[in-house]
């Protein structure tokens, strides 16, 4: 079972940027595709983008398409998420999953928010 925490959110403008990150512990790493999702007040969780295995596919949300870029780094069990252009729509608690065959896993999640 791998555990998964987030860190990196914070209060920033519009306009700005972040870079959330998600380590990992207690499974093997390189062997799940990660994946950002988000959830606003109010709103379901929605997909944000992820990455397969060995970084060679990418997806992403319409909503983020050409302002975040997801990445991961297996040498140190960790996914990114790079935020720019920062909107108060991209204002969410945004979670890091993990998921080989039927298994997900989730982080606790980090808040952004983002003032206009």
């Known amino acids: 079972q791998v555990q998964l925490v987030e860190s990196g959110g914070a209060l920033v403008q519009a306009g700005g940027s972040l870079r959330l990150s998600c380590a990992a512990s207690?499974?093997?790493?390189?062997?799940?595709?990660m994946g950002w999702f988000r959830q606003a007040p109010g709103k379901e969780r929605e997909f944000v983008a992820t990455i397969s295995l060995s970084s060679s596919t990418t997806t992403y949300a319409d909503s983020v398409k050409g302002r975040f870029t997801i990445s991961r780094d297996n040498a140190k069990n960790t996914a990114y998420l790079q935020m720019n252009s920062l909107q108060p729509e991209d204002t969410a608690v945004y979670y890091c999953n993990a998921r080989r065959l039927s298994a997900s896993y989730w982080g606790q999640g980090t808040q952004v928010t983002v003032s206009s």
């Open positions: 207690g499974g093997a790493f390189s062997t799940y595709v």
